[in-house]
């Protein structure tokens, strides 16, 4: 596949994603001010340490099969029969293994989860443990979707479920007095509808059936289970901070911290969740017929990912004081620092994935665990020494620092077992653009001459980062050629598609 093909599949699939993710980032601004009024920062400190538990929970009920799943479904898909056997097995079995989990950690759960989390079984550490059993499902019901191409599907699915986790969330705090135990009981409710009619659709198209293959099993747990520690240490890294945050009886800046990580979330991974949910299953099928000649457009494709995420980026942190203003309480003010820091960190985040791709596609899944504990481990050890002393902000400094360290091991482990000639040039170009541009930023933080003269000095910043590129030489003559010719979205469509139909015989 060509780099005109690949953009055009990632334009087609990825709008689906990127028009759903925007519809559930809509919802999610819109929820922001409605929950940092609804619960105090203690509250949603409480919560969004439960949540950072149930996420670590999630990846020992579901033991990584998901991986499996995505590594093996273009294999599998030759035979219907053996495809639907082995769709149904890893359900299945994960289905099983969750009920074990799920029972023998409320047996002991007095030992296990109430010393971290500091509260008591019920309502809120059992609602925690169905919410974690149940996403182990609903992963492995999306990836098959997302394996699939349904990306419209897959878009209303996420969108749906957003919506009405929020609505009944605020019905049962009006209605039913609850507090923070309303947002875990909604989850559960509603991913418990969802998965059967995620269920019912693939019955209805034969794509699974009541059926489990042990060697199947097997085959997906030597493969998943060198990336059980992975996916264990990148909660470390990603997510723990929160529980951290609890733990020192920090709960409000643990809530304040959480708004932050979140808003720069939707922010950033908008974008490149978008991105990779089409590209990750097209990597798996094009490098499988030619991985050599795909391994240029995946070069290619790295360039560009980094440019639209890095701008998103920029973006985020240039406006974080006025976005946290509008829509979070004056107790939430210190989100806006944390968004600055956060949405380099998820920068970086993005930068990894593609060469996390590469050596999950040669099967070192045994490296992708050792670079997790690097990261994990550094994160782990500067959260217990920044946060006491910090609080939040070293919380957030310490993600920024352990995804740095991911990214850079991640990328020379992969280029050990699979070189790429990545086009290092206009890579380091966005990096440098981006950190002058932020540079530019801080110095223009230092200094409030007035309130208007402040928010033009962003807008102008914001327009010296495609104008720093343009100058570094960064854009190819043919770029700025097409550039030209384009006035919305759909010229950029029309493009693809004509450049496709060139290509063809």
């Known amino acids: 596949m060509k780099f005109r093909d690949l953009a055009f599949s990632l334009s087609r699939h990825g709008t689906n994603y990127a028009f759903s993710g925007i519809a559930v980032a809509v919802l999610n601004l819109i929820s922001v001010p409605v929950y940092t009024r609804l619960f105090s920062p203690s509250e949603l400190g409480l919560y969004f340490a439960l949540t950072s538990a149930g996420q670590f929970l999630g990846i020992v009920f579901s033991l990584s099969l998901e991986s499996a799943l995505c590594r093996y479904y273009y294999e599998d898909r030759g035979n219907p029969l053996s495809f639907q056997i082995a769709l149904s097995s890893y359900l299945i079995f994960v289905a099983i293994w969750g009920i074990v989990c799920f029972c023998v950690l409320s047996l002991f759960q007095s030992f296990l989860l109430q010393p971290l989390v500091k509260t008591s079984y019920w309502p809120l550490l ?133 708004m932050g990580y979140d808003l720069s979330r939707m922010g950033v991974s908008l974008l490149s969740d978008s991105i990779f949910t089409t590209y990750v299953p097209m990597f798996y099928r094009e490098m499988n ?22 701008a998103a980026s920029f973006s985020l942190a240039l406006f974080s004081e006025e976005i946290v203003r509008i829509l979070m309480p004056r107790s939430y003010a210190g989100a806006s620092g944390i968004m600055s820091v956060i949405a380099f960190a998820f920068l970086l985040a993005t930068l990894y994935r593609p060469f996390i791709l590469v050596l999950s596609y040669r099967n070192k899944t045994s490296l992708i665990s050792l670079i997790a504990f690097i990261s994990a481990f550094t994160n782990l050890g500067l959260n217990l020494l920044l946060i006491p002393r910090l609080g939040s902000q070293g919380a957030a400094w310490t993600t920024l620092i352990s995804l740095g360290i991911w990214a850079g091991l991640s990328f020379a482990f992969a280029q050990r077992y699979f070189p790429i000639r990545y086009e290092y040039g206009r890579l380091f170009k966005i990096l440098a653009v981006h950190l002058l541009s932020l540079e530019a930023f801080s110095l223009l933080s230092s200094h409030r001459p007035s309130l208007l003269l402040y928010l033009a000095g962003k807008v102008v910043c914001l327009l010296l980062y495609p104008a720093a590129l343009y100058l570094s030489g960064f854009f190819t003559t043919e770029e700025i050629h097409h550039a030209a010719k384009l006035r919305s979205p759909k010229d950029l469509l029309l493009l693809l598609r004509q450049k496709q139909d060139a290509a063809r015989p």
Request: hydrophobic residues 55%; charged residues 15%; contains cysteine.
């Open 126 to 258: 059992c609602l925690m443990l169905l919410t974690a059993n149940l996403q182990a499902i609903m992963i492995l019901l999306t990836s098959i979707l997302q394996m699939d191409l349904k990306s419209k599907f897959v878009g209303i699915m996420n969108f749906t479920l957003s919506l009405f986790i929020f609505l009944v969330t605020v019905a049962l705090v009006r209605y039913a007095s609850m507090g923070i135990e309303a947002r875990l009981l909604s989850q559960v409710l509603i991913n418990t509808a969802l998965a059967v009619i995620i269920l019912i659709y693939l019955a209805r198209r034969k794509a699974i059936r009541f059926s489990l293959s042990w060697q199947v099993i097997k085959r997906g747990l030597r493969f998943s289970g060198p990336l059980i520690p992975n996916s264990g240490l990148g909660w470390i890294t990603n997510l723990s901070d929160r529980l951290l945050l609890r733990y020192y009886n920090m709960s409000a800046a643990g809530g304040v911290y959480s």
């Open 289 to 310: 017929r030619d991985e050599r000649a795909f391994s240029l457009t995946h070069a290619r494709f790295v360039s560009y990912c980094l440019l639209l995420v890095s």
